[in-house]
Every structure is written in C-alpha cells, then in structure tokens.
C-alpha cells in the first residue's frame, strides 16, 4: 500500500463508512487491508496478505526494518462509478494443462468465440482454465499431459491471460489459483452446470456489495492469523534437540529442560560462562575421581609431595637470587677496594723497598698482623718502647728496630684494620651465595620441566635464570663485578609463577590427603564435581543453539498472543460493525440493493416476500 492518502468512492453507502471508520482505529495493517479491499471489491489476495503479514510483523516489532506508513482512510462521496467491463483477449504460454502445446495461443473475439475440433484436440483443456480462474462450482482437477513421461514431477498448470477491463490492456500469470481476480465474474455454463442448474436444487445467497466488504475484510483478518499460525508451528520444535545432551542432578539440567519462552538469558548466559582453566580442571577431576576408583591415590599423592619438594627447593633458590642487590654488592665491593688502598698507601708511606725483605703483598701483612696479635696475646700494650726486648728473640731493640715496630703498629692502626675488615663483611653479606647441592638439584628439576612433554611456560625461564645466578655467585665470591644486571628481575617473575605453581601442588596434597581419608565421600564430591563442570562446558558449545530456541519460543508466543489480540480486538469490533450495518442500514433498503444486483446480473424478475410482513 503506497504511503499516500485513499480515497474511496462513497456515495450514499453508508456501511463503507462504517468499515473506514472501524479500520482507521486499527493498526497499520489492518487499515493496509481494508483499504485495498475496498479498492479491489474482492477478498484480499495472498499478496496483499503477505505484504499486510510483513507490515503486522514490522509494527509489532517482530520484523525487519521499521514498519511502513499507513494513512488514515478517507472517504470521498461521488457518484456511483460505472461498472467495470471484462473482456478476454488471449490464453498463451500454457504449461502443464492436459496435451496443450505450450506455443499455442488463443485468441478471443470481442463478441463471440467459437471453438472447435475433433475429440482429444485440446477444447476441454482451455474450458477447463476457464472454469478455474472463475471458481465455478463445477471446476475440475487439472492434469498434466498422461502420454509424456517426466524425470522429475510434472510442472504445475499455469498460463498466460491477456484481458482488457473497461478498455485497459493488462495481463496476468495464472498459476493454478482458483478464482483469480477479475476473472471470478465470468460464468461458464457446460453440461455439469446444467445438472447443477437444472436437475439439483441450487441455493442463491445475495450479500450487498457493500455489506460483502466486511466479510472480505475478515477473511483478510483470518489470512494474517492462518500466516501467524504457520510461522507458530514453524517455530516449534517439537521435543527439546538439547536436553539429551545433559546430565540429570546437574545444576544446568532443569534450565535445558524448562528452555523456553520464559528462560532467563541472564542465568542461561551465567551458567554458560566458564571459569579459566575449566578444560584443565576437566582434566584434573577425572584424574582424581579415575585414582580414587583405582585404589592409586598413595602413588598420585607420593608423586605430588616430590613435586613439592622440587617446587619448594627451586622457588627457595629464585627467592635467594631475586633478594640479591647487585647494587649494594657493587657498592661493598668498591667500598673495600678503596679501604685497601688506603691501607696499601700507609704502607708505602711507612716502609721503604730497602728496609723489607720482599714486595710488601699479602703474605708480609699476614705476617706483620700476626706479630702483633702475639703482642696482644702477652698483653703488651704500650710496646715497644726504649729498653724493650724482642718478642721472638728477647735481644734488646736497637734504636733501629725500635722505630721499625713502631711503624709497624702505626700500619696496624685500628681505624685502617676495621675499615678493610667492616668493607669484608659487608661484602660478604651482599654477596650471592647458594648451597651448591640445592643449586644444582634446582637446576636439574627445572631441565627435566623444560625438556618434558608439555613443559610448563616457567620452566625454560628458570633454567635462564639459574645460569645467571650461578654466574654471579662465582663473580661475588671472587670479588669481581656481576654482570647479571637484570638477574633480581628476572628471578622475581619466574619465582611469582614457580609460587603459584607450588601453591596449587600443595592444594592438591591437602585435598589428596584429606580425600585419602575419606576416599569413597571424596569420590562422590568430585563426581558431582565434574558433571557441574562437564554440563557447563556442554552448555557453553551449545549457547547459540540454547539461546536460538528460547527466541524460537519467545517469537511463537508473542504471535499467539497477538493473534489472541485479534480475534477478541479488532475481528470482534468488525463484527459489530457488520451488524450494525446490516441491522441498521443495508435492511432500511434491501429491496432497492437487491434490484440493482439483479439488473446487473441480467436476472429474471423476482418478488421478494419477507417474512412477518
């Protein structure tokens, strides 16, 4: 229906008013209906039901697109329109009708067409068209041509008409219907009309033209619930395609087997999301629940509490490495660097070449410190001084000798000896150092992960991270600079994810060991676990087809109801209006409509006695 206004001719027919007036106070496309039947004067064609379908679906927001504009309908009075004239020009491209040849064609003449011709030429098979497109009473069944075999099924009657209504050229393509509009005027008398005209008692039924409008607009109304109707069983599937899929007792069981119209996503969408790792913990599951049927849960546990035991040693070992400060080493390291020359300065300012036996170098000093210690030992604090004999020799010091030992505890000065001792201990402390044993243990479990089957991502980092450790604890304990810069980061990361990992493993000794306490209660803990975990992994495959069907039923529901709508709105408000303009308007002056309808029809004259007058 085009987005204009209508405007239908009134005349003095008051009950087309009273249609117009119904279908202005209804939906779009009940007024898309009404108008075009109207227009047409016939029951509404499947096409313009179908147009009116979309407009319906798109109006209740159950279609695509937004829904078409429909003008109120407005009447204009005028004077009554002289009938239409039907004239049929030609029966062409004719397929699937008895033996007729497709590339035949008839023509008709304007006032009389005479067709003749030996039995089986083909004159039944155009009468029999003729009898179907004006659904008479006696129409028959058309059948293809019986002496033409076909690989496949035999093509459906169809046609070609061209006619002519009041001088308008047109054509349309019949396809077997039934009373095609405008042919449905024509009349056919043959030999089974007689019979039915004749020899049968035959019903005459008058409907004034303009009362017959609200029975074609309920017929319009009708075709929008028959389509309803067909998308509703469409939409039906039948016995749910997905609840053999889930498993009784399972938190998602009674949602699949309620699934319809009134399920809610939200849920259905919650239950459907699945928690990081749900394959892996799957995995898990069945692993312990097959243990726990199998008696094998002492050796899954042995073997777990191994892997603690590696776990732990290698995260102590990245927890020592990520606590070293290569900075503070560096700083301790540079620290005795400079005590040492300060005290290898006083030593070359107290002691000429001439006066040692030798380079003044580690060995001299040792010697030197160990000289004064057995001083200290024979609790001689103030020696030497004049008189004093040699510690090792008991010889009195010569003036000579004496300055030599005094310069001798001058290099000893305290404040030097604690300064290189402090910046030793500090460089102790800073240092990097690793029992080797729990080192190389550490080393050799992380190789073994990074080389397995399916090495965790930890693995191949630890490996990296334990060389470099390795390294600089040989540079600490040698005094040497460390070349790791990045090695306190690196251990930090791979220590967090080694954590972790250690973490779960002892979870699952915990609950291994509280399960092998209680192994037949844990079996049935994890069993129902894992048809929890199975049935939402199931749900989450099947989510689009889960949440299809709720929409499925949604849709049908909302399409009963509307048709619901319509039987108790707007079909019960046209009834009313039938009876109101039947009661009130068309009784007031049957006589007159039935006269006209009888002019038109070229009848014989006919009394009407009505009864009780």
């Known amino acids: 229906m085009a987005a204009e206004e209508v405007s239908v001719n009134l005349g003095d027919a008051t009950p087309r008013r009273l249609l117009v007036g119904w279908a202005n106070g209804q939906d779009a496309w009940v007024r898309q209906i009404t108008a075009e039947t109207i227009l047409s004067r016939q029951a509404p064609s499947d096409a313009l039901l179908d147009a009116a379908y979309t407009t319906f679906l798109a109006e209740k927001g159950l279609g695509d697109g937004e829904a078409p ?19 049929l020009v030609s029966l062409a491209s004719i397929e699937g009708v008895n033996a007729l040849a497709a590339d035949q ?33 006696t129409a028959e069944d058309i059948l293809p041509n019986a002496h033409t075999a076909y690989l496949d099924s035999p093509p459906s009657p169809s046609a ?7 001088g308008m050229d047109s054509s349309v393509m019949w396809k077997d219907e039934s009373g095609l509009a405008p042919f449905s005027r024509i009349s056919v008398f043959d030999a089974s009309a007689v019979s039915l005209h004749v020899d049968s008692d035959l019903g005459y039924v008058y409907t004034p033209a303009e009362l017959a409008l609200f029975g074609h607009v309920a017929a319009g109304l009708q075709g929008i619930q028959q389509r309803i109707a067909t998308e509703v069983k469409a939409l039906a599937p039948g016995s749910n395609p997905l609840l053999s899929r889930f498993t009784r007792g399972t938190k998602v069981y009674p949602v699949i087997e309620t699934l319809g119209a009134t399920t809610d996503l939200a849920e259905l969408d919650a239950l459907a999301t699945l928690p990081d790792g749900a394959e892996a913990d799957r995995e898990r599951l069945e692993g312990e629940i097959a243990a726990l049927r199998s008696n094998s849960l002492d050796a899954i546990l042995s073997s777990t509490q191994e892997t603690v035991r590696h776990l732990n040693r290698l995260h102590g070992v990245l927890t020592t490495a990520m606590n070293f400060d290569a900075v503070v080493y560096e700083k301790a390291r540079v620290k005795l660097q400079e005590a040492e020359g300060r005290r290898t300065e006083a030593r070359e ?3 000429s070449q001439d006066e040692l036996p030798g380079p003044a170098d580690g060995e001299w000093q ?15 604090e103030h020696y030497p001084t ?36 402090d910046a030793n201990t500090e460089v102790r402390n800073s240092s990097l150092r690793f029992d080797e044993a729990e080192l190389t243990r550490a080393n050799e479990f992380a190789t073994e992960q990074r080389d397995g089957e399916d090495p965790p991502v930890w693995a191949s980092q630890a490996c990296d991270v334990l060389a470099a450790a390795r390294a600089a604890a040989q540079d600490t304990a040698n005094g040497k600079p460390v070349t790791a810069g990045t090695l306190r980061e690196s251990a930090e990361a791979v220590a967090s994810k080694v954590g972790a990992e250690l973490a779960t493993a002892r979870a699952a000794v915990q609950q291994m060991s509280e399960d092998k306490a209680n192994a037949a209660s844990a079996l049935t803990g994890k069993q129902k676990e894992l048809s929890e975990l199975t049935a939402r992994i199931e749900l989450n495959r099947n989510i689009a087809a889960a949440r299809e069907y709720v929409r499925r039923a949604r849709r049908a529901q909302q399409l009963d109801k509307l048709s619901r709508v319509i039987s108790s709105g707007a079909s019960k408000q046209l009834t009313v209006q039938s009876k109101l303009a039947s009661e009130d308007l068309v009784n007031k002056n049957f006589e007159t409509l039935f006269a006209e309808e009888c002019a038109r029809l070229r009848a014989p004259q006919v009394a009407l006695r009505f009864q009780g007058a």
């Open 160 to 166: 070609t008409i061209q006619y002519r209504l009041s």
């Open 386 to 421: 004049a008189g004093d004999k040699c510690l090792y020799c008991m010889q009195e010091l010569s003036p000579t000798a004496l300055n030599l030992l005094t310069r001798y505890r001058t290099f000893l000065d305290e404040t030097l000896v604690r300064q290189v001792a």
């Open 366 to 380: 040792e010697f030197i410190v160990a000289g004064d210690s057995y001083r200290q030992h024979l609790d001689r």
């Open 349 to 351: 300012q107290l002691f």
């Open 69 to 87: 504009e429909v003008p109120k309908l407005e009447l204009v009075a005028t004077d009554a329109a002289e009938e239409e004239t039907l004239e």
């Open 105 to 137: 064609e008839l023509g008709f003449d304007p006032e009389l067409t005479v067709l003749f011709g030996q039995n089986g030429s083909g004159k039944t098979g155009y009468a029999r068209i003729l009898k179907r497109i004006s659904a008479v009473r």
